[in-house]
């Protein structure tokens, strides 16, 4: 019978997305094995879709999603816990609450025989050229300290990224965001919008927000701007449909970055400085990052480049 390992990240939609491209290196280390996939709830919708069926190397994997702060939820994941009956627990992006549950269920379920890996308040002892990387990289150091015995290290992010495709189709771009905090001024941002315009006169600009606050603030200041760009509000498990045919994404450095860099499609992303490295986990020269703060007329400069390439291709 496969090993079962049941692989939990309660962050961000990104995070999440991530912590899928360190699939290949679990079944590295145990060969055949089934994996399942907890995520934050807000997220399970994105993982319902068929993209999230597979890992990048064709692998079956399944994906729930879990609340560890109800009553409810800690009921819905315990009984997850009996049906998996998981060989592994492994809790990447650590948050001190996943451990209180796993930990309070295990003590009063004597049945639950798995062994939990998490590396919150524990010290790993990474090579240092594998240390205050990015968020791929920090994965891949966790899983191998958990289940890599006798490999000397963690293999390196490189090995894990995507591959960026070529396409023809339209743009997306998105100040798509949890918080006020990670964005810029929207009259800024159609700077950018414009910019892609004049270019690419004919090509659709593609909008995709939820119902949040946050992203309906900015949609409606962009409709006051006029922005030139085609507002698409979807659940999550249709959000994929948006980048099948995606030239580029364009905004901020957010979940649906990280869904854009997954799918192939080339990124251009603002990012908050605190963030960057850890949460830029790719070295393509197609996926650039520029810190929020940076003047906004290099960053306009920086995107002319990036879309400069992509007229010559």
Not at 94 to 99: A, C, F, I, Q
Not at 145 to 161: D, L
């Amino acid at each position: 019978m496969n090993k079962r390992v049941l692989v939990l990240n309660n962050r961000g939609m990104g995070d999440c997305i991530v912590s899928v491209m360190t699939f290949p290196y679990i079944r590295e280390l145990l060969g055949d094995v089934d994996i399942h996939f907890g995520v934050h709830e807000k997220h399970a919708g994105l993982f319902e879709h068929e993209l999230f069926a597979k890992d990048k190397e064709g692998f079956e994997f399944s994906s729930f999603g879990v609340d560890y702060r109800s009553l409810k939820g800690i009921i819905s994941f315990y009984k997850a816990l009996k049906r998996i009956k998981p060989d592994y627990i492994i809790e990447l992006c650590p948050v001190r609450r996943v451990g209180k549950v796993i930990k309070a269920l295990k003590f009063i379920d004597l049945t639950l025989k798995f062994t939990f890996y998490s590396s919150k308040n524990r010290d790993l002892e990474i090579p240092d050229e594998f240390v205050d990387k990015n968020i791929l990289q920090s994965s891949l150091n966790e899983i191998w300290w958990a289940i890599g015995t006798g490999r000397k290290s963690p293999p390196s992010y490189e090995q894990y990224q995507q591959v960026v495709e070529q396409r023809k189709g339209y743009f997306v771009m998105s100040m798509a965001s949890s918080s006020f905090d990670h964005l810029c001024k929207p009259e800024d941002f159609l700077k950018l919008i414009t910019k892609v315009k004049t270019r690419f006169e004919k090509i659709e600009i593609i909008y995709p927000l939820s119902k949040s606050k946050v992203d309906q603030t900015m949609k409606q200041k962009l409709i006051e701007l006029e922005a030139p760009v085609t507002f698409v509000e979807k659940p999550l498990n249709e959000l994929p449909l948006y980048f099948l045919d995606a030239i580029m994404f364009i905004g901020m450095d957010t979940g649906i970055k990280h869904l854009s860099a997954y799918m192939g499609v080339p990124t251009f992303s603002l990012i908050p400085v605190k963030s960057y490295p850890y949460s830029h986990s790719y070295n393509d020269e197609k996926h650039k990052a520029i810190p929020i703060d940076t003047p906004f007329y290099l960053i306009e400069e920086e995107l002319e480049a990036s879309i400069r390439k992509l007229s010559s291709t």
